[in-house]
C-alpha cells in the first residue's frame, strides 16, 4: 500500500494541483466522502463543494464547481468546472456575489426559470466566502 495519494486537479483551463498527499475529503453528489492511501476504486460526481487535503500535517482548502472525482492505484483524479486555492479567492467578490444571489432570489419565485441559476449561484458563492475564510489570511 502506498503512503501517499497522487493527486491531480484539472479544469478546462488549466491544472490547479499536482501533489502527493496525506488523505483528501470532497463533496459528492451524496455527501461528503474521504480518501485514503489504499482505497477501493471508484468514480464519483462532485457538486458545488470544498475539497480539502492534508500534506504534511498541512490541510488546505478549495472551492469547487461540479465535476468528477476518480480514485484508481492511489492516483485520484479530479476534473472540475473551476477551482480556487483558499488564498486565490477574492474574498469581497465572493460577498459581494452572495449578496447579489440572495437579493435575486428573494425577489424569484421557485417556479422561475431563474430560480436555480441563482441558487446555484448563492450555493458557489457561499462555498467561495466559507473556503477563503480558511486561507488563514487576517
Known sequence: MAEKLKVELVTPYKKVLTEEVDEITAT?????????????????SLKIGELSYKKDGVISHLALNWG???VENDKVTVLVETAEKADEIDLERAKSALGRAEEALKKLNPEDKSFRV?????ERALIRVQVAGKSGRR
Open 28 to 44: 459528492g453528489a451524496l455527501g461528503e466522502f474521504g480518501v485514503l492511501p489504499g482505497h477501493a476504486p471508484f468514480l464519483t
Open 68 to 70: 468528477y472525482f476518480e
Open 118 to 122: 441563482y441558487e446555484a449561484a448563492l
